[in-house]
């Protein structure tokens, strides 16, 4: 069974600091998600991820894929209150299944004053 | 371009009553997925839909649980005789083709009381 675990689970974090958030999944996989999550909301995709040393930037956040080391981490540079959210990452759990992706169980994230 | 429409978005049962979730696909998108949320949890993976097959139900609970994606008409996840454990917030997604990025719909969230 494809298990994807994220660290931490809770992160508070003061506005101006950066901050990475740690993705391991346990078996061989093409594609790594990115999602926020806001309380009540549906997901928003942020980073798709589809090669060994692919790296993506969106305004404060960066994400990368190490795939030889099954790992991804979402990297928060200089928070800012707006990226408080649950951030989730997902690994496909089959290429013969389409869209069926495995998630982590969701890094709470607050940024405070 | 309408996004993924769930519909209801809230829904309260009595246990022992069925809930009947609706998920209408993004226009042109012809591959549906039902995910289940827990509190504090990861989506977790039920079932992936083309029109009229299902495709992938390894994720499906084996009782009281069925799904479909009918020719016309939006896709409906099923559950009979609710118990307590089924509350959660059930999240459709869809794609235009399998592989390719779905968008997920805003969830529908479950109370069994």
């Known amino acids: 069974e494809l298990k994807v675990e994220q660290n931490p689970l809770f992160l508070s974090m003061q506005e101006g600091k950066n901050y990475t958030i740690y993705c391991n999944y346990s078996t061989t996989s093409d594609r790594l998600y990115w999602y926020r999550q806001d309380p009540g909301k549906s997901l928003e995709s942020l980073f798709v991820l589809l090669s060994n040393g692919a790296v993506k930037q969106e305004g404060r956040l960066m994400a990368s894929l190490d795939t030889k080391a099954r790992l991804s981490t979402l990297h928060i540079t200089a928070a800012v209150h707006d990226l408080s959210a649950t951030y989730f990452c997902a690994v496909d759990l089959s290429s013969n299944s389409g869209y069926a992706l495995n998630f982590g169980k969701g890094t709470s994230l607050l940024v405070t004053p | 371009n309408a996004g993924v429409m769930q519909n209801p978005r809230h829904l309260v049962r009595r246990r022992g009553q069925e809930a009947r979730l609706r998920c209408s696909p993004m226009k042109g998108h012809s591959h549906v997925y039902w995910y289940r949320q827990l509190p504090e949890e990861g989506l977790k993976f039920m079932v992936y839909?083309?029109?009229?097959?299902?495709?992938?139900e390894s994720g499906m609970p084996k009782e009281r649980f069925s799904a479909e994606f009918p020719k016309e008409g939006p896709s409906i996840l099923r559950i009979q005789q609710v118990v307590r454990g089924d509350s959660a917030a059930y999240f459709c997604?869809?794609?235009?083709?399998?592989?390719?990025?779905?968008?997920f719909g805003q969830g529908t969230r479950l109370t069994v009381v």
């Open positions: 839909l083309q029109k009229e097959n299902i495709i992938d």
């Open positions: 997604a869809s794609s235009r083709e399998s592989n390719t990025e779905a968008f």
